[in-house]
């Protein structure tokens, strides 16, 4: 059985898209600002519009550059690695607050994590100690170094992990957080001494993954519960958490794990009140909460989460740690 595949929920992704947006939006004029206030005024009359074209242009080159070849090497990690692993495609997080990653593939599964940085880069290329150079006309120049960029997704990453999971992931992350480049289009490329491994084609990459089979860090549980932060995981402003919920500490997570094929989210708050969250529709929540009643719990008042389109939770009013019911086991 090949790997299974989840999907970062779209809502979220384009709060992500907003968010970066007026990021970008605010960089650009703090650009025009400086020019204002560092050139005289007929000068800045003058660049100011030259300034801005030039920067729509270079941010508009660095969404464009190595986009494309993510689809095939998504399919050769679906088909090569075994149904025990978990493939999450093109995953936006925001780490810490402003700092945003995008991460082109996310491997889940016994050995530990790949964070995938994927570049459909043409020509030649050669990397030294993290230094990148690509080759135009008879002369090599510098170019981003992929493998600066995905180390910096290492970081954020961990801490994103560290500060989501906490104590239900193994210890010693760096031991099974493994970064690594992947060209599908170089046409001649030579590294040396790289922070990172770096592959030419999506199948090796996916066969190197196997060879790590022999190595269980990761439970099925784990994998389910990284997985499903992952593909639930939203901006941290902009999408505050009501204060009915602001001290919620997430204690378990599962994508689609319940007959209504919601997601369900159980957890304590540092209080130690219990406490269960639903993403879904209200009829969804509604349906939780009567199982819950009728395996003789005591949910209290059903509410929506006012900052999270299409979330709702309750608590427990007899202080009960919430279980999880048989329909809510993760998949």
């Known amino acids: 059985m090949p790997a299974r595949v989840m999907h970062q929920n779209e809502a979220i992704k384009e709060l992500f898209r907003r968010k970066i947006q007026e990021k970008v939006a605010r960089e ?8 204002d206030g560092e050139l005289p005024s007929w000068i800045a009359w003058a660049l100011k519009p030259v300034a801005g074209i030039s920067f ?12 494309g070849g993510e689809s095939r090497a998504a399919f050769n990690f679906w088909l090569f690695l075994s149904k025990e692993w978990v493939l999450v495609n093109d995953v936006v997080l925001e780490p810490k607050p402003e700092e945003f990653i995008q991460l082109d593939h996310v491997l889940i599964g016994p050995p530990g994590i790949y964070l995938v940085e994927t570049k459909a880069w043409e020509g030649a290329f050669t990397g030294f100690k993290d230094s990148w150079r690509r080759k135009e006309g008879g002369s090599w120049v510098r170019c981003e170094s992929p493998t600066k960029q995905n ?4 970081r954020l990453f ?4 560290e500060n989501t999971l906490g104590d239900r992931i193994p210890a010693e992350i760096e031991a099974w957080l493994f970064p690594v480049v992947l060209f599908t289009r170089a046409k001649w490329l030579r590294v040396e001494e790289c922070s990172m491994p770096v592959f030419e084609s999506g199948m090796a990459l996916a066969w190197h993954i196997r060879r790590q089979q022999k190595s269980m ?5 784990q994998i389910d519960a990284i997985a499903g932060a992952l593909v639930s995981a939203g901006p941290l402003s902009g999408q505050r958490t009501p204060p009915e919920t602001r001290e919620l500490l997430p204690e378990g997570t599962t994508a689609n794990g319940n007959a209504c094929g919601c997601r369900t989210e159980i957890g304590k708050t540092r209080n130690g009140r219990s406490y269960v969250k639903v993403y879904g529709k209200k009829e969804d929540a509604e349906e939780v909460h009567r199982n819950y009643k009728a395996a003789g719990k005591e949910p209290g008042l059903l509410k929506p989460d006012r900052f999270t389109e299409g979330a709702w939770f309750f608590y427990f009013t007899d202080g009960a740690p919430a279980k999880k019911q048989p329909d809510e086991e993760s998949v």
């Not at 650009?28 to 020019?35: A, D, G, P, S, W």
Request: charged share 45%; glycine share 4%; aromatic share 6%.
């Open 28 to 35: 650009r004029e703090r650009m025009l600002q400086r020019i």
């Open 56 to 67: 729509d242009m270079q941010r508009r080159r660095d969404n464009n550059r190595g986009e």
């Open 151 to 154: 180390l910096r997704h290492l």
């Open 158 to 161: 961990k801490y994103w992990l």
């Open 217 to 221: 860090v990761l439970r099925p549980e």
